[in-house]
């Protein structure tokens, strides 16, 4: 018997296996069941606990930033994201509590999600979003972020409800865009409470090129993009159109400074009182500007001071002509106004529902191209991708194994104890047997 052949206790190999295979129902029995049973464990039992379903897209968001700063100051990799309202996006509020309620109670989805435990899900941590920045291509400047969301599957009756719910969760960002609600009419807001109707107007022109501007800059952004079937070029030239072809508002404007329409009484009183406090600040700037004349053949003045009060004095005759000329010419406000005055107050309701129309436009605008440049992309064409899943034929491979070396083992121990007590036995019978012929 070669060393080889041997066990450290002096077992030849071949005795093991002689042992084990004269337990053959036992190896037989004991194979089977745990493969089966191991097979069936751990392909239902374990992955119902361990598969998880990951999501991996991008997204994109109109004015969105990529950056990070190193401890150096370098910009590299991270990304911080804006929505058009200034408010940053937070990629964990993806898989916030407040989000998973607002996916799971909405009206749309009550019924089809009413069976998913959300708050067991966020409290033990069974879903989370991760997101890595890297650049585009090498020393472009540009970077991509890619966003990855995993949930435990067994929250889940099947992977197409876990589908609709995470596409919901990576959606939110785009409902934000489509909900949010910017103030874009301020400036027609702060006209209604214009103390005169000059200033009124001239909010209200404020308003119209603000939305110009706004028009402009998208152009600028996204090139003549098409929302609802227009160019955003035909929407801005509609409203140039009307602020400088149809000069609409500047007619009221100079109908106002023409007829001196004013708005009250006591805005007319309230003009009155700055007419004399214009009026002795004049005086005082006419005057010291006079002494500086006299002052200039025998002292030295320097040409900024002299050009300085000049300019004060000019200024100031301005605002009182201004004020004589247009506000203080007519008596014509409150329940005394004139006819024209009537006329002028309903073409400047006219002119606010036009601004507002404009306004209300550019609201619907902006929504929908917000809309339509924001994208979630995914990686994967299914959305869904599987992990920790142990397919049926590895299931079926570990079984066996761990199956047939627990049974060789305990057909190991069986046999041997079965055959230790047959040489005890054989032992005992020899030992009678020596006893009798010995007497």
Known sequence: MSENEKEEGGIALSEIFHIIFSQKWILITILVVLTLGGTLGIYYGKNAFSRVYEVSFTLELPKTEVKEESSTGTNL????????????????????????????????NKDK??????????????????????????????????????????????????????????????????????????????????????????????????????????????????????TLRSYCQDVKSYLNNTAELDILRTEVRKNGYIKSEELKNRYEIELVKLERQYD???FTLENLKNKGDSESVSAEVFKAQSDLVIELEKQIKE?????????????????????????LEEAYATVKEFTDEFKEVVSSLYTKVAVVSYSDSNVIVKKGVTGLPM?????????????????????????????????????????????
């Open 113 to 230: 999600y009413k069976n998913i435990d959300i708050e067991t899900m966020s409290t033990k941590g069974d879903i989370s979003v991760a997101r890595s920045v890297s650049e585009t291509a090498a020393n472009s400047g540009a970077y991509e972020a890619i966003y990855s969301l995993r949930v435990k599957a067994n929250y889940f009756p099947n992977i197409d409800i876990a589908r609709d719910f995470v596409t919901s969760l990576t959606n939110t960002p785009i409902d934000y865009l489509r909900l949010m609600d910017i103030n874009y009419d301020v400036s027609i807001n702060s006209a209604r409470k214009a103390p005169d109707y000059v200033t009124e107007i001239s909010q209200l022109i404020d308003q119209i090129s603000y939305i110009i501007q706004r028009y402009e800059m998208f152009i600028e952004i996204y090139s003549d993009l098409s929302v609802d079937g227009r």
């Open 284 to 286: 005082i700037a006419s």
């Open 323 to 347: 004020i004589k000329e247009v506000f203080m010419v007519s008596d014509d406000y409150g329940k005394n106004q004139s006819q024209g005055h009537k006329d002028f107050l309903a073409s």
């Open 77 to 108: 990799s991270a990304s911080v994201v804006y929505y058009p309202d200034g408010k940053p996006f937070y990629y964990t509020d993806m898989v916030a509590i407040q989000t998973l309620r607002n996916i799971k109670y909405s009206d749309k």
């Open 395 to 439: 299931s079926l491979a570990i079984s066996f194994i761990i199956g047939l070396v627990t049974a060789m083992i305990v057909s190991f121990i069986v046999g041997w104890i079965k055959k230790k007590k047959a040489v005890a036995k054989t032992e005992s019978g020899e030992a009678v047997q020596l006893e009798i012929k010995t007497e």
